[in-house]
């Protein structure tokens, strides 16, 4: 759903007692005691202790309430990790008031999903209306899944990648000698390698970074202690050199002295605060559940417990409801089907013909967290025996299953979303190098319903195929279930790295001419060639050539322009890194040759098709369209925000004919 426009936030901000100081905000309190806490006393007085507790309560119920709008809304989002480290933010902020010019006044943040907590400093200090908060992940409201610095009023910095904040915000320290800098972490990013390395540098050069890591033993897929047994993120620090203090997160006192006593000592140091995820919060404290956005049910019965009126969260959180897709599609089935999940699935038929001692013996499959939104649950749940369930470490588990593929008669299955493509490329090269038998699936491929944004897009997918012209491996991408299965069937034996996408979006079943046969289906004769594209129309006036969830779009634009009397030919090009000689021969000859993908315009298929083209002395008018901005927030709108829907393809076709 659109941003909307609301004229106040239900709950009183100006109950917070004290100013954000990097920015004042006169709507903000601005009567009101500015806690003012100095570090080198490690005790809190009776009377600051209780506005802490105060400031703390107040910015939870800020957040289950603005964040639960996001599953009214239908666009998800994160509560618990967000609503656990309040504490520890109210009070750095009483440190920043005290001593300013000592501070990088910025909260980095690893842990980018926790971007309600930027949020709502940014509405603190001014830079948003508190009344914005409600459009929390709402398309163009520029509050997206994950912080963007230059899109979002107030915020400070970009985060989202686990891993990728540490590294960055030691350069700030050496930068600032001079002050300390502040980083909320949480046990799941710091499972990354990056972390390691992150660590190392903090120690070596003595830089005054201070971390706050939420230990709250829940990321995605479970609890790190039940699936990442011997990892501790004390131990690790301690390992690496740091100081660091491990205190029960929800107790204050506690919490306080240790933050004091970390923030007074010169170098890098850490307190790690134990507490279950939200805390307070009944249905999912302690719970993965706690990880995701709040249910609706769950955040009115939280408010009501609080003591809130049903006025202040009932009308907001019932009145909410996603925005439907206005878009219909001509040759496609109205039902939808997840590809992402149906990669499991068909998996589960490759591996099903054979004994358990066989499947043990001959495939690996890892997991990096993401085995719910990767399709890997499935294969857990009906073959455990081939299952590593494996932590944050994309790097690493990938390299652990392209070594399992060492032996030429073993076959390592990765998965993960295909932003973090772009963090195993070097991984990938060694897999090739070593002629390893590795299957990877990244999902959540393109743009489509990736209500986290541009940092979650997965638009670089050609950086896979980073290989030189004597060793190929095959990038593909089904346009619907029916030929992810069919894919996965015929290629998951084969040797050597191969590469499968899918959308985190469901996808409609492409239908023949006839409107009901299901074109990839078993039952209509498909059989999935490898390096084979395929001819979904013929055309005369040009073709546009597709793949993926881009598939469904196109075939409607096209046969839209057929009614209208432009002979559209279309293209499904399944084997997105290779030429398939017959057929581009075929439409080079023809009027014009139109790519349309939701990759990165620059690296994509659109980069590389029109030089093939070349090549072989063919010349049609050319074009390429795909994802050439930063998003704009929610699901579906993401699309036509970029220009690839049917409508925009339909005008771009007419601009070459």
């Known amino acids: 759903m659109s941003a909307q426009k609301y004229e106040s936030f239900p709950i009183d901000l100006n109950k ?59 666009v998800s989002g994160h509560t618990g990790g967000a609503y656990d480290t309040v504490p520890e933010v109210c009070i750095l902020l009483a440190f920043l008031n005290q001593s300013p010019d000592k501070y990088v006044p910025i909260f980095f943040d690893e842990a980018g999903h926790r971007v309600a907590t930027q949020y709502l400093l940014s509405a603190l200090e001014g830079a948003l209306p508190p009344a914005h908060l409600l459009n929390y992940r709402a398309a163009n409201s520029k509050l997206p ?16 990648r686990l891993g990728h904040m540490w590294p960055m915000v030691n350069g700030i320290s050496l930068a600032n000698r001079d002050k300390t800098v502040f980083m909320l972490g949480s046990d799941g990013s710091q499972q990354e390698g990056n972390d390691a390395e992150a660590a190392r540098l903090a120690v070596a050069q003595n830089l005054n970074v201070k971390l706050f890591i939420d230990d709250n033993d829940v990321t995605i897929a479970g609890h790190p202690s039940e699936y990442l047994k011997g990892y501790t993120v004390k131990s690790t620090l301690e390992g690496h050199g740091l100081k660091v203090l491990e205190v029960p997160g929800e107790d204050i006192d506690a919490l306080y002295g240790a933050i004091a006593e970390v923030v007074s000592t010169p170098g ?91 499947r043990k013996k001959k ?103 980073n290989g030189l012209e004597d060793v190929h491996s095959d990038l593909y991408f089904p346009a619907d279930a029916a030929q992810m ?35 990839f289906s078993k039952e209509a004769g498909y059989v999935f060639t490898p390096k084979k594209d395929e001819v979904i129309l013929e055309g005369t006036k040009g073709y546009i050539v597709t793949f993926g969830e881009m ?65 072989r002395g063919l010349s049609p008018k050319y074009a390429y369209i795909g994802t050439s901005k930063e998003g704009s927030g929610g699901l579906w709108e993401q699309i036509p925000y970029q220009g690839l829907d049917s409508d925009s393809i339909i005008a771009k076709v007419k601009t070459l004919v």
């Open 551 to 615: 598939l469904y779009r196109s075939y409607d634009a096209a046969l839209k322009l057929r009614k209208e009397g432009i002979d559209v030919g279309l293209i499904n090009k399944p084997t997105l890194n290779s030429a398939d000689e017959q057929v581009i021969t075929k439409i080079g000859q023809s009027p014009f040759v139109l790519v349309v993908e939701s990759l990165n315009r620059r690296t994509g298929l659109g980069s590389r098709f029109g030089t093939w083209l070349l090549e």
């Open 145 to 160: 899944g994950h912080p963007e610095l230059g899109l979002t009023p107030g915020v400070k910095f970009s985060s989202g």
């Open 268 to 358: 890098p140091a850490a307190v790690v605060a134990k507490r279950l995820m939200a805390p307070g919060i009944d249905d999912i404290e302690g719970s993965t559940h706690g990880h995701d956005v709040i249910p609706i049910k769950a955040a009115m019965a939280y408010l009501k417990k609080r003591g809130y009126e049903a006025s202040v969260y009932e009308t907001i959180l019932t009145g909410l409801k996603p925005e439907p897709n206005p878009y219909t599609f001509l040759g496609a089935t109205k039902e939808t089907g997840a590809c992402r999940v149906e990669f499991g699935n068909a998996v589960n038929n490759v591996l099903a013909p054979m004994d358990p001692e066989e």
């Open 16 to 74: 917070f007692q004290q100013s954000v100081p990097f920015s004042f905000c006169p709507l903000i309190n601005p009567h009101g005691r500015r806690l003012s806490l100095d570090p080198s006393k490690k005790t809190l007085s009776a009377e600051d202790k209780k506005i802490l507790q105060a400031n703390i309560q107040l910015l939870r119920d800020v957040l289950v309430l603005f964040t639960a709008t996001g599953a009214a809304r239908g």
């Open 485 to 519: 299965h069919a894919i996965v069937e015929r290629v998951f034996f084969e040797r050597g790295i191969r590469f499968i996408f899918s959308t985190r979006s469901k996808v409609p079943w492409i239908l023949k001419e006839d409107g009901v046969t299901k074109y």
């Open 363 to 465: 495939v690996m499959v890892i997991d990096s967290d993401l085995e719910g939104s990767t399709g890997l649950k499935g294969i857990h749940q009906k073959f455990p025996e081939v299952f590593i369930p494996s932590g944050i470490m994309e790097r690493g588990n990938l390299s652990a299953a392209a070594g399992f593929g060492f032996d030429h008669d073993k076959f390592g299955v990765f998965s993960t979303f295909s932003a973090f493509l772009e963090m195993v490329i070097s991984e990938i090269t060694m897999a090739r190098l070593n002629h390893c038998n590795l299957l990877c699936h990244f999902s959540h491929s393109g743009v489509d319903e990736m209500a986290d944004n541009t940092c979650h897009f997965g638009i670089n997918s050609f950086y896979g195929d």
